[in-house]
């Protein structure tokens, strides 16, 4: 059984016209964001549910349904399963990957990361969001295998985020795999998600921009390798605002 877990609803819409066969899992999740701790995973989904509500004007019972079952998906999975991750470079992504590689570590599925392929330096950390049906399947077929010893770090990388341990993040970020390109530069970002995006922010109020409209665009060039959406971006716009110290 083949099956693809795509970063988004967007990119699968593209995907459906490639024509590539196998199931599909669509990850919904923005785990960079908000609450992730939990001892349990059911714990885990009621706190991302909470989060969810509170903050994104978003259903409990929505998110139980289109997200939280749907990347319960992958734990049905076996040694009989090839599962490939369409995951981005940047970090909204990568914490992503992190947990779901995480579901995956203990079925025996065989895992394959899919990454965006023929990227200009400049927008590395745009993903799969520009590409067309025949952009996705010349990266399908530059696929690389995820090792045991890459989903052991990838579970390792998710507890340090969970924790938000800078130290063991920064460690962590030392290691090379053709399945985790960039990921010094997001380990980098994660230890520092606590300050640094917020200051970013601030820096930009100070030299006279305060709109969401100003802030984004301006965010998104200097500070890419976060991956934060329009949502992020304005909470922490709205925090910085209520809080210009």
Same mark, same amino acid.
């Given at each position: +059984?083949m099956?693809h877990?795509l970063p988004?609803?967007?990119v699968?819409?593209?995907?459906?016209s490639?024509?590539?066969?196998?199931?599909?899992?669509?990850c919904?999740e923005?785990?960079?964001d908000?609450?992730?701790?939990?001892?349990?995973?059911?714990?885990?989904?009621?706190?991302?549910a %909470?989060?969810?509500?509170l903050?994104?004007?978003?259903?409990?019972?929505e998110?139980?349904?289109?997200?939280?079952?749907?990347l319960?998906? =992958?734990l049905?999975?076996?040694?009989?399963s090839?599962?490939?991750?369409?995951?981005?470079?940047e =970090?909204?992504?990568q914490?992503? +990957?992190?947990?779901?590689l995480?579901?995956?570590?203990?079925?025996?599925?065989k895992?394959?990361?899919?990454m965006?392929?023929? @990227?200009?330096?400049?927008?590395i950390?745009?993903g *799969?969001?520009? +590409?067309a049906?025949?952009?996705?399947?010349?990266?399908?077929?530059?696929?690389?295998?995820?090792? %045991?010893?890459?989903i052991?770090?990838?579970?390792?990388?998710?507890?340090?985020?969970r924790?938000?341990?800078?130290?063991r993040?920064?460690?962590?970020?030392?290691?090379r795999?053709?399945?985790?390109?960039f990921l010094k530069?997001?380990?980098?970002?994660a230890?520092e998600?606590?300050?640094r995006?917020?200051?970013?922010?601030?820096? *930009?109020?100070? %030299?006279g921009?305060?709109?969401i409209?100003d802030?984004?665009?301006?965010?998104?060039?200097?500070?890419g390798?976060y991956g934060f959406?329009?949502?992020?971006?304005?909470?922490?716009l709205? @925090?910085a @605002?209520?809080?210009?110290?």
């Amino acid at each position: +059984m083949m099956i693809h877990v795509l970063p988004g609803d967007a990119v699968a819409e593209v995907f459906a016209s490639a024509g590539l066969g196998g199931e599909v899992v669509v990850c919904r999740e923005c785990l960079v964001d908000g609450d992730v701790s939990g001892e349990t995973l059911e714990d885990l989904w009621d706190r991302r549910a %909470n989060f969810i509500e509170l903050h994104c004007d978003g259903d409990p019972i929505e998110y139980r349904e289109k997200v939280a079952y749907e990347l319960e998906r =992958l734990l049905e999975t076996g040694p009989d399963s090839e599962i490939f991750l369409w995951f981005e470079y940047e =970090l909204f992504c990568q914490v992503n +990957m992190w947990f779901c590689l995480t579901l995956l570590q203990h079925t025996g599925a065989k895992v394959y990361r899919v990454m965006p392929a023929g @990227l200009e330096p400049d927008k590395i950390w745009d993903g *799969f969001g520009i +590409m067309a049906p025949d952009d996705l399947l010349r990266c399908f077929d530059e696929h690389v295998e995820i090792t %045991n010893a890459d989903i052991e770090t990838a579970v390792q990388l998710w507890e340090a985020f969970r924790q938000r341990d800078s130290e063991r993040l920064l460690r962590l970020g030392e290691y090379r795999s053709p399945a985790f390109p960039f990921l010094k530069e997001v380990c980098k970002a994660a230890a520092e998600i606590e300050t640094r995006p917020l200051q970013i922010i601030k820096e *930009f109020i100070a %030299n006279g921009q305060s709109s969401i409209e100003d802030v984004f665009p301006a965010f998104r060039k200097r500070a890419g390798v976060y991956g934060f959406g329009d949502l992020q971006v304005e909470r922490l716009l709205h @925090l910085a @605002l209520s809080d210009p110290a």
